[in-house]
């Protein structure tokens, strides 16, 4: 597994057991193969949600999009087909039980489980949720949002390294 797919926070001898996604399987010179494995890859993240969660791997509850600073922070959007189905919750489970056991697997890394829309403004504001956005403009042209918060949310929204500013907007 290459340095660079493995979160920077997580540190491996030889021998230790690792779970890991394939990422891609390359010929080499000498005529074997090369096993290229990932920990830091957004499917990752993907593939053990669907190993967790009933709802995903049966196709009720979709995952749109998966963003992440491996090993601080991943975001992911889901929604629902069936309108029965609570999404988030379905993800969290219950008292947390199915998201704790994957954040247990990436090491602590943080989740944000966000439900999915096609709106950009609302997007943004459930990933933002419970702050409270007090105005925003959309620029359409080069697809750029900005917003207003309050300034004791304003640490929150830009978070930790500019990380939560960073991966909202890759959202």
Wanted: charged share 30%; hydrophobic share 40%.
């Amino acid at each position: 597994m290459p340095i660079r797919n493995f979160p920077r926070t997580e540190q491996y001898k030889v021998g230790d057991k690792v779970f890991a996604v394939l990422l891609e399987v390359r010929d080499t010179d000498s005529g074997g193969a090369e096993v290229v494995l990932s920990r830091s890859h957004p499917e990752f993240v993907r593939q053990l949600f669907i190993q967790e969660v009933p709802e995903i791997s049966d196709g009720t509850v979709l995952i749109d999009k998966i963003v992440r600073d491996a090993g601080y922070r991943s975001k992911i959007t889901v929604r629902s087909i069936d309108p029965k189905v609570d999404p988030v919750g379905a993800c969290v489970g219950m008292r947390g039980l199915r998201v704790k056991n994957i954040v247990r697997e990436l090491n602590n890394e943080k989740i944000d489980i966000i439900p999915f829309s096609n709106d950009p403004i609302e997007l943004l504001q459930n990933a933002l949720s419970p702050l409270e956005i007090r105005k925003f403009n959309l620029n359409e042209e080069d697809g750029q949002v900005t917003i207003v918060v309050n300034d004791e949310d304003y640490p929150v929204v830009i978070g930790k390294r500019g990380m939560n500013a960073t991966l909202n907007g890759e959202l």
